[in-house]
């Protein structure tokens, strides 16, 4: 139970922290008017002993919403570029197969 405990606020102070950084990073104004909300709201959703922030957090950590083990998220300017060089790379491997899965080369070998 400890453990559990212990592994959900390591992740609540993970999610906070991103929560705060991006708030940071936009800024609080861009927050509230993209929300429709006025700025002070934002400042006082982060801002006093089990905030909004916390508590959203705290949510998000126990719920597991953060758990992306199968899923890769590409965003940015750079998302076009990332895709081709990805498509590029996939093309190049679609036409050549592993030795050890060539059925003729195994069978030569073997002779």
């Known amino acids: 139970m400890k453990n559990a405990q212990k592994r959900t606020t390591s992740k609540t102070l993970q999610i906070e922290t991103r929560i705060r950084s991006g708030i940071a990073a936009l800024g609080v104004t861009q927050v509230a008017k993209e929300m429709g909300v006025h700025h002070s709201q934002i400042s006082r959703m982060q801002t006093g002993k089990n905030c ?10 126990v719920i597991g919403f953060d758990n992306r083990e199968e899923t890769v998220i590409i965003k940015g300017e ?18 050549e197969t592993p030795d050890c899965c060539n059925s003729s080369g195994a069978s030569d070998s073997n002779a």
Do not use: C, D, N, Y
Request: proline share 0%.
């Open 52 to 61: 909004f922030v916390e508590r959203a957090a705290k949510l998000l950590a």
């Open 78 to 95: 750079q998302t076009a570029e990332v895709a081709k060089a990805l498509i590029s790379m996939l093309e190049h491997l679609k036409g």
